[in-house]
């Protein structure tokens, strides 16, 4: 009976370093997923406002400009 609870122990303790290992890996994904679509918003909105600096610095107006971008 002793050696099926060590068994029993053993077996516990690697399910619980798998689903620790498991819910590691899900929130370094979740943290990963939310900075990547912050900058990559971050950097299509300047990239936008560049474009409509330079379509105003042409002579058009801002609201043409706004609607050649979106």
Known sequence: MSLFKDILKRIGKYIGYVLLFICFSVITGVVAGITW????EHSYKECDNRFIYGCMSAGLSEEICKGRVY
């Open 37 to 40: 679509y912050a900058l990559t």
